[in-house]
């Protein structure tokens, strides 16, 4: 079993920063794939951004420039920085990994989930 554990969510005020972090453990072969997407109240779940294993970045057109994703293959590790938070950025952060726990399979995984609320 894999676990993606999400930290770093909380209250902001707007045109502050927050640095999200997700960290997988478990039975893990190898991780493909990571990256961060978004879920605002009464509204459809959002990429944010995604960062594969050659660390190339894709970004949701309106977080490009104020968003960076990265991510530490050593500790299995995936972190958004947010910049320019605005108050529509407020919305459940979910983290999503492409896990292979052993050979030959792929999984899709997600975290829980952590809240990132900015005020106005």
């Known amino acids: 079993q894999v676990q993606l554990v999400e930290s770093g969510g909380g209250l902001v005020q707007s045109g502050g920063s927050l640095r999200l972090s997700c960290a997988a453990s478990g039975s893990i072969f190898s991780i493909y794939s990571m990256g961060w997407y978004r879920q605002a109240p009464g509204k459809q779940r959002e990429l944010v951004a995604t960062i594969p294993t050659d660390g190339s970045t894709n970004y949701a057109d309106s977080m490009k420039g104020r968003f960076t994703i990265s991510r530490d293959n050593a500790k299995n590790t995936v972190y958004l920085q947010m910049n320019s938070l605005k108050p529509e950025d407020t919305a459940v952060y979910y983290c999503?990994?492409?896990?292979?726990?052993?050979?030959?399979?792929?999984?899709?995984?997600w975290g829980q989930g952590t809240q990132v609320t900015v005020s106005s």
């Open positions: 999503n990994a492409l896990v292979a726990p052993d050979p030959g399979h792929e999984y899709d995984y």
